[in-house]
């Protein structure tokens, strides 16, 4: 049962994801460098979709896996902690990527953004079941 909580926390945070960058494609295309078609989409196709879908099975997975072992189990403490992985452990090692190439910091913030309400909502998910 717990790999259908990590997979539907996945899923929230993958959709929620879609939303956030939807919203913030402008300027999120302006800062991030990425290469873009001749009607404005990124180019890539479908891998970095599938890559950010796996990306948040693992995530989502081993919060579950901190969750169990610390006693997280109602959805205020873990909508908190998995906002604190995003906040302090997430953030600042994409503020560092994105530092070192001379990246604008709003990428940071754009990017930091999601892990943080993305990570609370895998939090969150994970203790409704």
Do not use: Q
């Amino acid at each position: 049962m717990e790999i259908i909580n990590v997979l539907v926390a996945a899923a929230a945070a993958w959709v929620f994801g879609a939303v956030w960058y939807m919203a913030l494609s402008k300027p999120w295309l302006r800062v991030s460098g990425v290469a873009v078609d001749e009607t404005g989409r990124p180019k890539g196709g479908a891998t970095p979709l599938l890559l950010s879908a796996v990306a948040m099975i693992v995530v989502a997975g081993f919060m579950r896996h901190i969750f169990a072992t610390s006693g997280i189990t109602t959805v205020g403490p873990g909508a908190v902690s998995g906002l604190g992985i995003g906040l302090f452990f997430i953030v600042p090692w994409t503020m560092i990527n994105n530092a070192y190439p001379g990246r604008p910091f709003l990428l940071t913030v754009i990017d930091g953004g999601y892990a943080v309400f993305g990570c609370a909502i895998i939090g969150a998910v994970l203790t409704l079941f």
